[in-house]
């Protein structure tokens, strides 16, 4: 699948190793590999036999980048950007829901969507010179579902995902640790025993405890979400939303204009 990208599926003595293969564009996720991710989360929900998943990008250079943005050329209205949160998060509830624990191994950058797979995940490992983060007030103009911006709330506390969101800011993996984000920041070199280990704990563990609980923590953050179809509406159908994307294909700073 050169040029698209593919996400590949290995499983290995019960832990299954999910892997974003697109590297020369850092991982970042077409439609197509959005749709095998899909596939694969459906495949491990029913599957009694793996007992932990991890997720790594391919490449050693980032987890994954976000979304291709060449896609985004085709969106024409809000619309199309209510559409298109609506499918990221159904892909994002398809890997909460997945009832083994779950691991993002982390190399580099961890971008847009990438951070919001790796938030959905229960734990994340980190090389040091990962970076975190949702730049999308500095690159595309573009806004996060509801769901989405629950999760970062969730997963970082509202002081950094307003730094995220607001300021543009990335997050190093040493401050990612200090909040709890991250598990353990491990070199290069370790991070594969590192992820090998901690998939190799979770798997030792009483399954239906851990399958519980993650349900009962996936309620609590579900609960009472409102809607947020005017916000994605308004920020994807906007003359910046169509602006920060030539900008970002031409490599160029775009001139963002507020309507």
Do not use: H
Not at 12 to 34: H, K, Q
Not at 83 to 92: G, K, P, S, V
């Amino acid at each position: 699948m050169s040029g698209q990208g593919e996400v590949r599926l290995q499983v290995d003595g019960g832990i299954a190793s999910v892997t974003f293969d697109r590297p020369e564009a850092r991982n970042a996720l077409t439609w197509a590999m959005y749709e095998q991710l899909r596939g694969f989360c459906e495949q491990l929900r029913g599957d009694p036999a793996v007992r932990a998943v991890r997720f790594q990008g391919a490449g050693g250079e980032a987890f994954v980048a976000g979304t291709d943005i060449a896609q985004f050329q085709d969106f024409r209205s809000g619309e199309d950007g209510i559409a298109y949160e609506r499918r990221i998060d159904a892909t994002l509830q398809l890997l909460a829901a997945l009832p083994m624990p779950t691991v993002a191994v982390v190399q580099g950058w961890c971008i847009g969507g990438g951070l919001a797979i790796a938030s959905t995940c229960d734990f994340r490992l980190a090389t040091p010179g990962s970076k975190f983060g949702v730049p999308i007030a500095r690159t595309l103009g573009n806004c996060l579902s509801m769901a989405n911006v629950a999760g970062l709330v969730a997963a970082f506390g509202r002081p950094r995902v307003q730094r995220l969101l607001l300021l543009a800011d990335l997050i190093a993996a040493e401050e990612a640790q200090a909040c709890g984000y991250v598990l353990e920041v491990v070199p290069p070199e370790g991070i594969e025993a590192a992820a090998q280990k901690l998939c190799a704990k979770l798997a030792s563990l009483a399954p239906v405890t851990q399958q519980v609980s993650k349900e009962a923590l996936a309620r609590l953050l579900r609960r009472d979400l409102p809607e947020a179809d005017d916000l994605i509406r308004r920020t994807y159908g906007s003359e910046d939303f169509r602006e920060g994307v030539q900008a970002f294909l031409a490599k160029r700073p775009p001139v963002w204009k507020g309507r």
